[in-house]
């Protein structure tokens, strides 16, 4: 009787510190990572998953502002890397998505941290976010993404004071007919179509889904690991590239 009791106190145990660890673990990944800081950074329970990590509501001050986004999961690493590794007044050029991320939980710089009036307008975004950032910001940090043209890629870098670029798989893919279409392309023109003439990029990058156009694409030659003048990679984990200024 002993032993049994002895047996079910230590499979109490263990459920308890299984159950712990599932409601624990998203806290310990992401809270080092985005809690606290310059701006009182705090984030949510997980909503969903986005490349198999889960992501998460952002709110932060600044300005006395509050602002609100979303912390990806997947881009944790990308997160201490840039708190560790870049100078406070680090300026970053990316896509939106991300700028709240990257203001919020390292306290640097992002050209766009939010939509633009339009691209709410043509439904790729929920809206939810208060803040609007300007439909000329947008379209060149689209432009800089899809250029073939490294030499202006460089210069609207250059015009917004971006020390670094940093893009992800998912501008490579799921986001990419997104970003094409607010600039005024066709995306079937850099993807292959599937076989009943939809163009549906994958969630992340893939190289064979590009068209010959595509692929002489900025965005495509640094996800595809080709070298891009006036960009050098100083950090790279697979789903984030970030890129110098140089």
């Known amino acids: 009787m002993r032993r049994i009791q002895v047996t079910g106190i230590a499979l109490a145990l263990v459920l308890i510190g299984v159950t712990i660890a599932v409601f624990a673990i998203p806290s310990m990944l992401s809270g080092p990572v985005c809690s606290g800081g310059v701006y009182d950074a705090k ?8 490349l198999g990590q889960p992501f998460y509501n952002l709110t932060f001050t600044k300005n006395g502002v509050q602002e609100t986004g979303l912390y990806y999961g997947f881009m944790s690493g990308s997160m201490s890397w840039i708190k560790a590794d870049t100078p406070s007044s680090a300026v970053f050029m990316n896509w939106w998505d991300y700028g709240k991320e990257i203001v919020g939980c ?3 710089s992002s050209v766009i941290s939010n939509p633009s009036v ?3 307008a043509m439904g ?3 809206g939810r976010q208060p803040l609007r950032d300007s439909e000329q910001a947008l379209t060149d940090v689209g432009t800089a993404l899809f250029t073939a043209n490294a030499t202006l890629a460089h210069s609207i870098a250059g015009k ?3 020390s670094y670029l940093l893009i992800t798989v998912e501008d490579g893919g799921e986001k990419a007919p997104y970003i094409l279409t607010y600039l005024g392309l066709k995306p079937s023109d850099y993807f292959i179509s599937n076989s009943t003439g939809v163009t549906n990029p994958p969630g992340g990058f893939s190289s064979g889904s590009w068209t010959a156009l595509g692929q002489q694409t900025v965005v495509y030659r640094l996800l595809d690991g080709l070298s891009v003048s006036g960009f ?3 950090y790279s984990d697979g789903s984030v590239e970030i890129f110098s200024v140089s």
């Open 118 to 120: 339009r691209f709410v």
């Open 232 to 234: 050098v990679q100083v």
């Open 106 to 108: 390292t306290g640097r």
């Open 160 to 162: 917004y004071g971006a």
């Open 124 to 126: 790729f975004s929920s």
């Open 43 to 50: 984030i949510s329970s997980p909503i969903s998953v986005d």
